[in-house]
């Protein structure tokens, strides 16, 4: 068994705050990574002055000692009509398949651990083996240039999406031809909201597939981000089950509707989490 979780906080939940100051908070806090979201107003993908500022966040990134994965999750950074529009499955992919191509190569820059993204939601009108199809298709694209860069991916099951669980992971994996860089991203909220098993298990299910962990609070059915303590998941099992996997990547808090709060939820969230790794390492060495 390795040593202590590494915790990170996600920029999606500093959205208030300009890039600089939110890694700053986050280092500041004690955390030692940041799930950072490709966004307008974050390392934006398409600015015309990319590369100078990707040397400076990965100048930032080094001097504060933070790990980093790549999120791909922004809302409204290719349409500002649509959110997370448009996705794999629409008829027309060609600037989601750009936005993964350039975080993969940002991901490359930063020295990242992993890059993140999902399936997004099946149009109404299309047919399920269509929609199928269309996300094997671009996610082989979006893993060439993952191959090609030396990168790592983790693909997240989000609830409501083509793929929303592990099983569905698992199927598209298969499909793919189960390539050494097309990891789980693991939401273990989400892990709460719908899959059959508890949570803990979960991890332990993945273990040998999982490069990067997001974590949050959630209700059994309802997919709601919640703070830790106001929802139904047992962190002290969870970490446990981290810990005894040998997991050594990112353990990333995912709180996107918290930044009217970021620097006190982040304090709070991270007191919570040593608490209940604590309490995990005591369990460990009460059982005979």
């Known amino acids: 068994m390795s040593g202590g979780l590494r915790f990170g906080y996600g920029t999606n939940g500093f959205s208030n705050h300009r890039l600089d100051d939110a890694l700053a908070v986050i280092a500041g806090l004690g955390y030692t990574g940041v799930a950072l979201t490709l966004d ?3 390392l934006d993908p398409f600015d015309a002055q990319l590369h100078r500022h990707v040397r400076a966040v990965a100048n930032r990134l080094a001097g504060l000692g933070l ?3 790549i999120e791909t999750g922004a809302r409204f950074l290719l349409d500002p009509w649509r959110k997370h529009a448009p996705t794999l499955l629409d008829d027309e992919p060609d600037l989601r398949l750009e936005f993964l191509r350039r975080a993969v190569r940002i991901g490359a820059d930063l020295g990242a651990e992993a890059v993140s993204f999902w399936a997004g939601v099946k149009p109404a009108a299309l047919p399920p083996e269509v929609a199928w199809r269309r996300l094997v298709t671009g996610c082989a694209e979006v893993l060439a240039a993952a191959e090609g860069a030396e990168m790592m991916l983790g693909f997240e099951p989000e609830p409501g999406m083509l793929v929303e669980s592990i099983d569905d992971w698992e199927r598209l994996r298969a499909d793919l031809g189960a390539p050494v860089r097309f990891g789980l991203t693991l939401d273990i909220g989400h892990c709460q909201c719908l899959e059959p098993i508890p949570v803990a298990d979960c991890v332990r299910r993945v273990a040998g597939q999982l490069v990067n ?6 209700r059994r059915g309802v997919h709601e981000h919640l703070e ?6 047992d962190f002290p099992a969870v ?4 810990t005894e996997s040998d997991y050594g990547g990112l353990v990333a808090v995912e709180l996107p509707r918290h ?4 620097p006190s939820v982040a304090r709070d969230s991270l007191a919570f989490l040593r608490a209940a790794e604590q309490r995990s390492l005591d369990r460990f060495q009460e059982v005979p």
């Open 228 to 233: 830790f303590g106001t929802g139904e998941i």
């Open 40 to 42: 307008h107003h974050h």
């Open 213 to 218: 962990v997001q974590i949050d609070d959630m």
């Open 67 to 69: 790990g980093v994965v």
């Open 239 to 242: 970490l446990r089950a981290l």
């Open 259 to 262: 930044s009217h709060a970021a």
